[in-house]
């Protein structure tokens, strides 16, 4: 079992900035991939952005140039540091930890953009 704590999420107006945390603990693989998704009223959950053990990452074009997921290891910890929010980016944003084992979710942690 993975446990997923997240924090970070908030209120912010339009071009702000804010930083998500996901630490991650339980019975860690040291090969995984942690990472967030977001899902707004209505429409389906989506990527936002992922990163291995190893370092890859991968970015939902939509965030591309303004958004940033960074790790560390040591502390089995994601970060997401947002910056130019967008009122589109208003969702709940899911921690997301998976391993060759099975896949983990954080309880979700909302981010409301005010235009």
């Known amino acids: 079992q993975v446990q997923l704590v997240e924090s970070g999420g908030g209120l912010v107006q339009a071009g702000g900035s804010l930083r998500l945390s996901c630490a991650a603990s339980?019975?860690?693989?040291?090969?995984?991939?942690m990472g967030w998704y977001r899902q707004a009223p209505g429409k389906q959950r989506e990527l936002v952005a992922r990163i291995t053990s190893g370092g890859r990452i991968i970015y939902a074009d939509s965030v591309k140039d303004r958004f940033t997921i960074s790790r560390d290891n040591a502390k089995n910890t994601v970060y997401l540091q947002m910056n130019s929010l967008k009122p589109e980016d208003t969702a709940v944003y899911y921690c997301?930890?998976?391993?060759?084992?099975?896949?983990?979710w954080g309880q979700g942690t909302q981010v409301t953009v005010s235009s």
């Open positions: 997301i930890y998976s391993s060759d084992e099975a896949a983990y």
């Open positions: 339980g019975s860690i693989f040291s090969a995984n991939v």
